[in-house]
């Protein structure tokens, strides 16, 4: 299948500060790509969808202000958690669709555990 | 509101049984069905994937779909303790353009 990379796996950060996740699709290109994050045995909370050179579709409820996210090229999306609180701690997981329509498919990173202290 | 609905769970079976886990949805046009396994503390991972109705098999696993019954599942033959984890049913809308997930449905294999 599809790979997608995200980086960095695991990153602390203290209150106040912001913190980069990035995520690559290696062997394609990804025109849409998606942002979750995820509680402790929850499920997948969709943040928001990132469309290469344009402005990302925030989900209801999601702070665009809080949650920066650019798309600039066909294989990399970064997602920016701006001045990050401890409620923010969690783990965030990108994902990125293959091919469109009927045969799409999404494949996932490998996630970010945020722990912000 | 397109919804996708799954038994939360736990579901339980003993190792070598067949694990047997359903998917509901609501798009009457939806057209392409996603199983995703997770690992706790991990991200999903594609199982499998089944656009027409009927079964699909892989290995283990066997998707099934009905559309008239907007019902898809996913057979685990033999089922192993590594199977353990949750596994998510997606669906794609109408269009094809937004993926909708279960919240999934918890396995636990007892070996």
């Known amino acids: 299948g599809a790979v997608v990379s995200q980086h960095p796996s695991r990153v602390i950060c203290k209150s106040g500060t912001s913190v980069k996740i990035e995520c690559r699709s290696l062997?394609?290109?990804?025109?849409?790509m998606f942002w979750y994050r995820q509680f402790p045995k929850q499920s997948l909370m969709l943040m928001a969808t990132?469309?290469?050179?344009?402005?990302?579709?925030?989900e209801q409820g999601v702070e665009k202000d809080k949650f920066l996210i650019n798309h600039a090229s066909l294989t990399l999306s970064t997602l920016t958690v701006a001045s990050a609180h401890p409620e923010d701690s969690s783990f965030y997981i990108c994902?990125?669709?293959?091919?469109?329509?009927?045969?799409?498919?999404?494949?996932f990173g490998e996630g970010s555990w945020l722990t912000v202290v | 509101q397109k919804e996708v609905e799954q038994n939360s769970g736990p579901l339980s079976v003993p190792e070598g049984a067949i694990a047997s886990l359903n998917c509901t949805y609501s798009?009457?046009?939806?057209?392409?069905f996603f199983w995703y396994r997770q690992y706790s503390g991990k991200s999903p991972e594609l199982i499998m994937f089944?656009?027409?109705?009927g079964d699909k098999e892989d290995g283990r696993f066997t998707a099934q779909l009905n559309k008239a019954s907007q019902y898809v599942s996913l057979l685990i033959r033999d089922s192993q303790p590594s199977d353990s984890a949750t596994y998510l049913c997606?669906?794609?809308?109408?269009?094809?353009?937004?993926?909708?997930f279960g919240a999934g449905t918890r396995l636990f294999v007892k070996a």
């Open positions: 062997d394609f290109q990804a025109t849409t």
């Open positions: 798009d009457r046009g939806s057209q392409s």
């Open positions: 990132s469309n290469e050179g344009s402005k990302a579709t925030y």
């Open positions: 997606a669906v794609t809308d109408t269009g094809g353009f937004k993926t909708i």
């Open positions: 089944i656009y027409s109705n």
């Open positions: 994902s990125a669709r293959l091919g469109a329509g009927k045969g799409n498919t999404i494949y």
